[in-house]
């Protein structure tokens, strides 16, 4: 059915629970798959600059692009925002934010909807590749990656260069295989933990001393928790030609024996001190695994767009369920009519779960 025909927009309101970006994201990501006009109230209405900033700017740009979409209200502080979608035209998309806007958010807003192409296709940003409140780049490529793959989903990510706020100047670049349909996933079952793997930055004028200094203690500390288990942290300090710009910071991955993958991360603000930092991704992850959950309290959101457009019934474990997650799911439900559960396991973990609705491509 083509929805944009004279069709009524499904409003969103973007101040509900969290009032942040994420719900502008995922409402229009849906609008574009569904074919569904989306009117976006209150937008990022929980922000102390409400309205939508640079990265989502982009991000609403990209959509538009992408499906050729009638939009009003895609400005700065915009807070509403009106968004037809009319089709879907895989292709390779540049952005330049000209900012440290979040590369991987904009990323998250397209992804789902470039997955429903008719051929691959590829997303060049420029922004920033590790900025915070937002997936480092590693984390995507770590963590987010293949837990993707389990709804059937495969990316490739490159980095070209890195770039921190405040001036950006990372570029990377996401080649993305279009598919039929979403596999519902089951990942409910941690198994045991096999192996840490972990990647400590810095660039700019930092020493490298901090790279080496969030390795160790994170390393340490695992090896404390886990003395059997391998834990494989890299330290480096990213050349001149890879970044030019200070930034440190440190992405942590732990795969088990059923596959599950959880990560934590830390970024470099003022005044780093690698311990600290090392010690904040460590004991973040190691509070996962401590709890066997399947999925981490960041990804938890990411996943929800997912689950909701997914053939049949997934379900995730997870840590405690975050205000990014029940808004993720009201976005979801409203948009799509699927109905989210949650229950805890005798552990008193969250298992999220849901029917998707099955959504194919039309291309395929
Ligand atoms: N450390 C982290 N690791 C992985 N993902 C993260 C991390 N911090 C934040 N995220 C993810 O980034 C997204 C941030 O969404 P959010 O709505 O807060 O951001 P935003 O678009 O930048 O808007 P705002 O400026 O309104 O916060 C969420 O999906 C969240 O899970």
Redesign the pocket.
Known sequence: MDYTKNAEFIEIDGGYL????????NALSLSCILKRPVRIINI?A??P?PGL?H??VHGVNLLRNITKARVTGNHMHSTVVEFTPQTLISDTYKVDTRTAA?I??IY?VALPVLLFGNKPSRLDVIGGTNV?????IE?MQH??EPNLKHFGISFELKVLQYGFYPRGNGRSVLDIEPLSSLKSVQLTDFGRLKSVVGWSYCSGRLPKSISLDMQQTAQREMHRLWPENECNIQAFKLSPEKARDNGAGIVLSASTSSGCVV?????GDKNIDGHVLGSDASCELASYIKSEVCI???????LIIYMALASGRSIIKTSAV?K?TR??MYVAETMTGVKFETTYDESGQALISCDGIGHSSSFM
Request: aromatic share 4%; glycine share 12%; no cysteine.
């Open positions: 969290e009032g942040g970006g994420q719900a502008v994201r990022r929980n922000r600059n900033s990265q989502h979040s991987t958010l998250q915070s409140f937002a997936p480092q984390y963590v987010v990560g934590a991360a830390a970024l981490d309290g960041h990804l938890q959101d990411q975050t990014h808004t993720a």
